[in-house]
């Protein structure tokens, strides 16, 4: 009995030694330590055994089986710790590996001048609001008193959709649809696109962009309107931007105006660029609120009176920027986005 003890330890500790397996040792403890294990088995022969033999063949049973369990703990140890190294080495990060940043982008310089001009005219106390691209022509036209013989109305000027729906043709049916809902006092900024049939050149696009802007209130006046553009002006172009008023014709508004800024290259003095004029031509059309439009829209003329004004984004972002062709902001060419 004690070689076949001494059998099942050699054996035992040889394999359990020999294993590169950690899942494996459960079973070798199962077939050497188990209920069913050979150790177990031999041990239930212990009662054939003499009187004299039983204390030594004990003892030596417990030194194997001893033996063996300190053998499957210390190589499970070993085991784990080959695994951990692996999983280390496996997993290792180089953190000096140069790996080239995904490229971010920005927003579209036209919207970047779009934003900027809201954020002033925020800053001035006025609200933002936005209407659809398609419009009816009643808003578009009729409750901003244009005649039905205007020339802006020809089918050759505006992209019908049927009889009674267009692209709008600038963002003024904003005002309507605001004044509609609100009563005075009004005080907004709407920016957006805009769609006339004008063939492509330098400064012409058919799909262009606006801003404009509308206050009414009791007694305001063309001073207000003045005072608000040119403070506008000197904020956005800077200090030394002066402006000219020049009369023009709006069906909307009476009187109307057209806004002409210092040249932005040399500042008034004359240059090539503005034909020695010092000016920079018609960069915003403004005027008083018609009364037909204030109470097509039912507010009362003769208690309430407005200004309006509105911009061409693209070519404000044109001069801001020194762009020589609309067609740029249009093209999505990254080469030429990238630069703002
Ligand atoms: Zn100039």
């Excluded at 001494?6 to 590169?20: M, N, P, R």
């Excluded at 953190?95 to 005219?121: C, D, I, R, W």
């Excluded at 063309?222 to 005072?227: E, K, P």
């Amino acid at each position: 009995m004690r070689d076949a003890l001494l059998k099942i330890q050699e054996e035992a500790l040889l394999k359990i030694q020999e294993t590169e397996i950690l899942e494996g040792l459960e079973g070798f403890r199962i077939q050497y330590l188990g209920k069913k294990g050979e150790l177990t088995k031999l041990l239930k022969e212990m009662g054939k055994l003499s009187a004299e033999e039983r204390p030594f063949i004990g003892k030596l049973a417990n030194e194997v089986k001893e033996g063996i369990e300190e053998a499957i703990s210390n190589r499970k140890k070993i085991l784990k710790n080959f695994q951990y190294q692996r999983l280390i080495e496996e997993e290792k990060l180089d953190v000096t590996v140069n790996k080239p940043m995904a490229k971010q982008g920005h927003s579209h310089p036209l919207y970047q001048v779009m934003e900027e001009l809201e954020n002033l005219f925020i800053s001035m106390g006025f609200s933002i609001v936005e209407g659809p691209e398609i419009e009816t022509v009643e808003n578009n036209f009729d409750k901003l008193n244009a005649p039905k013989n205007h020339p802006t109305r020809d089918l050759s000027d505006t992209f019908y959709i049927d009889k009674n729906l267009l692209l709008r043709t600038h963002t003024s049916p904003v005002q309507i649809r605001t004044m509609m809902q609100q009563k005075p006092p009004i005080r907004i900024i709407s920016a957006g696109r805009t769609f006339r049939f004008d063939d492509v050149d330098d400064t012409h696009s058919p799909m262009f962009h606006q801003m404009e802007g509308l206050v009414v209130d009791e007694n305001v006046t063309m001073a207000n309107l003045m005072h608000t553009l040119d403070s506008f002006i000197k904020e956005f172009f800077g200090k030394e931007m002066k402006t000219r008023y020049r009369p023009h014709y709006f069906p909307f508004t009476e009187p109307s105006c057209e806004v002409d800024v210092s040249c932005f290259k040399c500042k008034g003095a004359g240059c090539p660029d503005c034909h020695d004029t010092g000016w920079s031509m018609e960069l915003l059309g403004c005027g008083m609120v018609h009364p037909n439009v204030l109470e097509n829209c039912g507010i009362d003329s003769k208690k309430y009176s407005g200004f309006a004004f509105g911009m061409g984004v693209d070519r404000i972002a044109m001069v801001k920027y020194g762009i020589p062709n609309i067609r740029f902001l249009f093209d999505n060419d990254a080469r030429f986005l990238k630069q703002f």
